[in-house]
């Protein structure tokens, strides 16, 4: 069974920077696309950003293209966001997930993932 565990988050400044981690197990990572989404107190999850199983391709959303970079390593079976120039808007539960094709920007939506993480906590304090 896919299991998909993100690194702990954290409490960061506005303007300041942040990684986060997913570790895939139960299955080589190469062999899935992988997300990542947020959600916000009282909104509901939104799409950051995804990368196909081979890296060559990425989508963001317009609300972190250029400030959000997502990366895996498929040899150690893991995906990364590096988050710079944070915002206060960007204090959110942050989710890991995956799924068996990469599809673009129809990656925005949740349905389409196999599987899910238990989710990060980033808090930004302006």
């Known amino acids: 069974q896919v299991q998909l565990v993100e690194s702990r988050g954290g409490l960061v400044q506005a303007g300041g920077s942040l990684r986060l981690s997913c570790t895939i197990s139960?299955?080589?990572?190469?062999?899935?696309?992988v997300g990542w989404f947020r959600q916000a107190p009282e909104k509901e999850r939104e799409f950051v950003a995804t990368?196909?199983?081979?890296?060559?391709?990425?989508y963001y959303s317009d609300a972190v293209k250029g400030r959000f970079t997502i990366s895996r390593d498929n040899a150690k079976n893991t995906a990364h966001l590096q988050m710079n120039s944070l915002k206060p808007g960007g204090t959110a539960v942050y989710y890991c997930a995956a799924k068996k094709t990469y599809s673009g920007s129809y990656d925005i939506i949740e349905g389409q993932y196999d599987y899910w993480g238990q989710g990060t906590q980033v808090a930004v304090s302006s």
């Open positions: 139960g299955r080589t990572s190469d062999g899935l696309a």
């Open positions: 990368i196909s199983q081979s890296s060559i391709t990425t």
